[in-house]
């Protein structure tokens, strides 16, 4: 059976940062294009960042030029380093393994809290 198991969540100051990590067991992680998704309370679930088989990414403009994604295909391990994080970065992030679009319907992990407050 295909896992996702997320971690690095937690409680963070605003202005803090946060590195998620997303290890992946039984698919040929190398393949997959790997994301980010989160949902906050009362709103409706976003694409936060993905990145492909070859490598190449993208993040939403809310988390532009705070979060990078990257993969690490020796571990079949994927991260998402989170800086100057918000309030509004506060939701659950979940991983998604997928080889096609749309992305949702992928494979995906239990998520991770992240609240950022003070």
């Known amino acids: 059976q295909v896992q996702l198991v997320e971690s690095g969540g937690g409680l963070v100051q605003p202005g803090g940062s946060l590195r998620l990590s997303c290890a992946t067991s039984?698919?040929?992680?190398?393949?997959?294009?790997m994301a980010w998704y989160r949902q906050a309370p009362g709103k409706e679930r976003e694409l936060v960042a993905f990145i492909g088989s070859g490598g190449t990414t993208d993040v939403a403009d809310s988390v532009k030029g705070r979060c990078t994604i990257s993969r690490d295909n020796a571990k079949n391990t994927v991260y998402l380093q989170m800086n100057s994080l918000k309030p509004e970065d506060t939701a659950v992030y979940y991983c998604v393994a997928a080889q096609r679009r749309p992305l949702e319907f992928g494979y995906w992990g239990q998520g991770t809290q992240v609240t950022v407050a003070s």
């Open positions: 039984r698919i040929i992680f190398s393949i997959y294009t």
